[in-house]
């Protein structure tokens, strides 16, 4: 359990989303690559994505969420403490993004990091976070998962290009009377890395030669038998810790990979595929992004509410899985 009856608790007091305006459908990728609309759909169930602008990066992907976090809940972010943001497409290595946003919104005193947990990056971010508050030291925390995958993609990849887009999301996470934080958990498969990677420095992982152009390269076919077996487990895990059965979760929030896999994971753990948020159709795979983005979609149908338990789960490059059962206190 992540919370500590001695200590404090922490709850979401905050939310935001911002995606770019530019919209590539799966038409459009007819035009560039040998591929369909029904093939795309029926494999993955994406059917459009953002693209960020030339002129557009992680950054303003952040911004844009941060921006909106505070419109729509008139969040005051001068006394944040610490800046976690989740992501695989930073501008720059360092500065990290968290040290953008510190500058762009004048927050004070804080703490900054990047977490690179890939797909599961955002969930890893809120752990983090929650940790955090709960050792005291600190009381009020922006966590954002923010990527342009478009930039990192191979374009003449058909396998790769009709999965990835861009998007941000964001949430303000404060010590609270009342944990919203009511359980978690991880795991790592790092001796499959190399079936999911994006290159930097070396030229192999653990021996296995890599593709050095610092685009994403995915075996997809791996992707998908780890997945379909290890999300399942853990969220069985997860459930039997903490006492609880799939209808005790009103929401189950996978990170949006491939429709096949979230299906597979429903069939395989009896939550019903009517409970599950996604964001892959109208948004594509978004990595670190997509969980927040699914949130967003599902408050503006106002199918969220307070008090709802939602079960977010990130999974992919690592091969690395995070898992939070999380009270909604918005």
Known sequence: MLQHPLQSHAAITAFG????ERILTNHDLEQMVDTTDEWIFQRTGIKERRIAADDQFCSDMCFGAVRDLQLRYGAVLEDVDYVLVATTTPDTYFPSMAARIQAEFGIVSCGAADVQAACAGFVSALQLANGLILSGAYHKILVVGAETLSKATDYTDRSTCILFGDGAGAMLVERSEEGAFLASHNGTKGGDGHHLYRSSLAPS?????????GLIVQNGREVYRWAVTTVPKGIQALMERNGLAPADIDWFVPHSANMRIVESVCE???IPLERTLTSMREYGNTSAASIPLAIDLALKEERIKTGDTLLLYGFGGGLTESALLLRWTL
């Open 268 to 270: 395989r753990t009896g």
């Open 205 to 213: 992982i653990d021996g296995v030669p890599i593709q050095t152009n």
């Open 17 to 20: 989303a911002y995606v770019p």
